[in-house]
């Protein structure tokens, strides 16, 4: 199903429309415009799906182990001079 609806664009976005049109990419300036639809929501989707992930993670890293500055400090020492010794430096 398909609804009518009304919409402002600018001078330079109509221009742009016509040329995708004229060189053959759109069939019409309605395909242009639902294509720039699709892509946005497209977008939204996978910020959304991007945000929802982030926020899973953070929540599986709060019920971690947590280390203090000291241990965080040694531990990234450690890591260093593993990576040292492995180039013989």
Do not use: C, P, W
Request: proline letters at 0%.
């Amino acid at each position: 199903m398909s609804v009518k609806a009304s919409v402002s664009i600018s001078d330079q976005q109509e221009s742009f429309a016509r040329k995708l049109v004229e060189e053959g990419r759109y069939a019409s300036l309605s395909a242009v415009v639902q294509r720039g639809l699709e892509l946005v929501r497209e977008e939204t989707e996978l910020k959304d799906a991007e945000l929802e992930a982030l926020k899973a993670l953070i929540a599986e890293r709060r019920t971690g182990e947590f280390l203090n500055g000291a241990e965080s400090h040694q531990q990234i020492e450690d890591m260093i001079a593993s990576k040292r010794a492995l180039y013989g430096l």
